[in-house]
């Protein structure tokens, strides 16, 4: 059984956001080529997956 990758977690006006390191990787690729950066996961897998 392997460790789960860690996760990072930002305060959100009382909640709780978790994000994965593929997600903290896409979103700050997509902020460095100045591209939007969508607002779900899931519409961020969609955009890895092509």
């Known amino acids: 059984m392997g ?3 860690p996760r990072a977690q930002a305060p959100q006006s ?3 956001a978790r994000y994965g390191w ?4 896409m979103i ?3 902020l460095h080529l100045g ?3 969508p607002a779900t ?3 961020r897998d969609e955009i890895r997956a092509t």
Do not use: H, Q, S
């Open 3 to 5: 460790i789960p990758p």
């Open 14 to 16: 009382g909640k709780t």
């Open 22 to 25: 593929r997600d903290l990787a």
């Open 28 to 30: 700050a690729r997509r």
């Open 35 to 37: 591209d939007p950066v």
């Open 41 to 43: 996961p899931e519409e």
